[in-house]
């Protein structure tokens, strides 16, 4: 079975850390990998995506992605964490065979002053 | 442009009752899917669809129906509601590919 592995129910780091929330896969073929943020009552936001090329993707809010094939691993990364990026983060991943997207089951991130 | 639009945004229903969450997008994406939403599962995949006539089960088709009869509208259907139901239901849409899926804010339903 396909699936989206995100280890750490929540992360904490103070302000202005480094951030890294953790996310495997298991998808067959050559999934496309994203990260979405979800904030209290809120919908999916989209952050950013790997489609192929450099391993190193960036995206909003000053966020980036690493993605490492041999791990199957697509961490989420930040290099100065802020208060305002405490929410809920999900991992998922497209499959380019079915169009199934599959999410992994989500890592709060709480950042303190 | 509205994006992707879900309505109702809470219901109520009881045991029993049947009711369908309306989801519609204006962009023209031949994919949509339907999730729930319920604490420390993640969004799990209860039905999609590749286009118009098409439809599929995703993780957790049980006690949902859908159909896709034209691009834009996805409706979910509940036959008979279910406390196991009470979740937060999104519905998603993409124009395929690397594109990614664009989200809905989302239904609350609460089945007492």
């Known amino acids: 079975a396909q699936s989206v592995a995100q280890p750490e129910d929540q992360v904490n780091v103070a302000e202005g850390n480094p951030l890294t929330v953790k996310c495997t896969y298991s998808?067959?073929?050559?999934?496309?990998l994203f990260w979405y943020v979800q904030y209290p009552n809120r919908g999916l936001q989209f952050l950013l995506k790997?489609?192929?090329?450099?391993?190193l993707v960036k995206g909003s809010y000053g966020f980036e992605a690493e993605f490492n094939k041999s791990q199957t691993s697509f961490h989420l990364k930040k290099p100065s964490a802020l208060v305002s990026d405490s929410a809920l983060y999900f991992c998922?991943?497209?499959?380019?065979?079915?169009?199934?997207?599959?999410f992994g089951q989500g890592t709060t991130l709480q950042v303190k002053p | 442009n509205a994006g992707v639009t879900q309505t109702p945004k809470f219901q109520v229903l009881k045991t029993g009752q049947s009711m369908t969450l309306q989801c519609a997008q204006d962009?023209?994406?031949?994919?949509m899917s339907w999730y729930r939403q319920d604490p420390g599962m993640g969004l799990r995949l209860i039905h999609y669809s590749v286009g118009a006539g098409i439809t599929d089960q995703g993780e957790v088709p049980n006690g949902y129906n859908v159909s896709r009869s034209t691009t834009e509208d996805f409706p979910l259907r509940l036959l008979s509601a279910a406390p196991s139901q009470t979740s937060v239901y999104f519905c998603a849409s993409s124009a395929g590919g690397a594109q990614g899926y664009t989200f809905g804010s989302g239904t609350r339903l609460t089945v007492v």
């Open positions: 998808v067959s073929g050559n999934p496309y």
């Open positions: 790997y489609i192929t090329g450099d391993n």
């Open positions: 998922a991943a497209l499959s380019s065979n079915t169009g199934k997207l599959i």
């Open positions: 962009m023209n994406h031949e994919y």
